[in-house]
Each structure stands twice: as C-alpha cells, then as structure tokens.
C-alpha cells in the first residue's frame, strides 16, 4: 500500500491524487527506502525547478497562479512526508541516508519562508535522531558533503541564523541553534575560523 500511495503521490495527475496520496503514505509511516528517498528527492526538485521557471514565466508577463501554487503546496507536502519518514526511522537506519540531511541543509537557501520553515523542521528532527557528535555518524557526515554546491558549502550555522530575520521561522531557528551550539562539529556547522556561539 506504501508503496502505491508513493506512486500516485509522485507521479499523480491531479493536485487532488497527489495530496491524498501523500497523506495516506504518512499515515502508514514506512521505513524508508533507497527507492523511496530517491522518489520523494526527485519530486522535490521537479516541484521547485518548476516553481523556479513559473517564477520567471510570471516576471515576464504569463499567468500560471494556480499551477504556480500547487507547486509551492507539493514541496510543502514532500518535505512533512520527509519528516514523516524521519520520525519514524531509528538513528541507525538514518545514517545511511545522509541525503535527508543535506536535502534539509540545501533548502535552507530558500527565500520562501514556508519551505525554509519545514526544512528548519527537517532538520531540527534528524538533530534530535541523529549523534553528530559520535566519531562515526561524523566521519559518514563530512564525507558526504556536496562538493558542488553554489554557492558552496560553508557550514550550517549561518544558513539558520538567517531564520532570525523571519518572524515566522525565529523561533524554530533559535531551537536549532541551541541544538547546534552543543554539537563539536566545527566541519559541517561551522568551518571557518572562529564559530559563532
């Protein structure tokens, strides 16, 4: 049933399918999946790569509202299905899909501040799950780190202080730093020198 719901909620015709379907995969809470993951990634980018060309078709003069809004709604429900998904693993399994993690991070650049408020969620979820302060969980981390990233990647402190700016982001931002400012992992939160506490 996971499985079908997941089909119809990444490739269903209808704004109706697709959000129902969504919902009904939440509900019976999976464990995640290579194909799975793979799935709910690519749906994301097709969401907001859309999303970025209706933007652009829209400074130019083209309606595209309502598509442009559906857009905007699929990436919401993605990223609570990806938090879904989190909740519902254990640490171990976590670790094997640092992709979740650095989803989370890569949408931290957004300037929508309801996708940059769920991916703060995202994240603050795998801190809770994931030990970035055990040697091990550390080393599958900083191997992991994209490598072609623009711009590229200089750690995810600042990314969430940026949430301090957002009266609708603050007060999770201030959340997820307090987490971070416990966590001795200077190469992914913060590589420069002199981390800000």
Known sequence: WAMQALTWAVHGQSWHITGR???????????IT??????????LLRSMSTKQSKRRSSRAGNAGTA??????????????TLQTLVRAQSA?????????????????HTDY???YLAALKLLSD??????????YV??????????????????????????????MAEHKAIDVLSKLI????????????????
Not at 34 to 43: F, W
Not at 138 to 162: C, D, M, T, Y
Not at 182 to 197: A, K, M, Q, S, T
Request: glycine share 2%; hydrophobic share 45%; aromatic share 10%.
């Open 21 to 31: 379907s969504f919902q009904i995969y939440r509900a019976l809470r999976p464990a």
């Open 34 to 43: 290579r194909d799975a993951q793979n799935d709910l990634l690519e749906c």
């Open 67 to 80: 598509q442009s809004r559906e857009n905007l709604a699929l990436t919401i429900e993605v990223l609570i």
């Open 92 to 108: 171990q399994k976590l670790i094997l899909f640092p992709q979740m993690f650095w989803t989370s991070v890569a949408l931290l």
């Open 113 to 115: 501040e309801q996708h």
């Open 126 to 135: 795998l801190l809770d799950r994931l030990d970035l302060s055990d040697t």
């Open 138 to 167: 550390q080393n599958v981390f900083s191997a992991s780190i994209p490598k072609e990233w623009q711009p590229p990647f200089r750690g995810i402190q600042h990314l969430v202080a940026r949430g301090l700016f957002s009266p």
């Open 182 to 197: 416990l966590i001795p992992f200077d190469r992914v939160l913060h590589p420069e020198p002199g981390r800000l506490l």
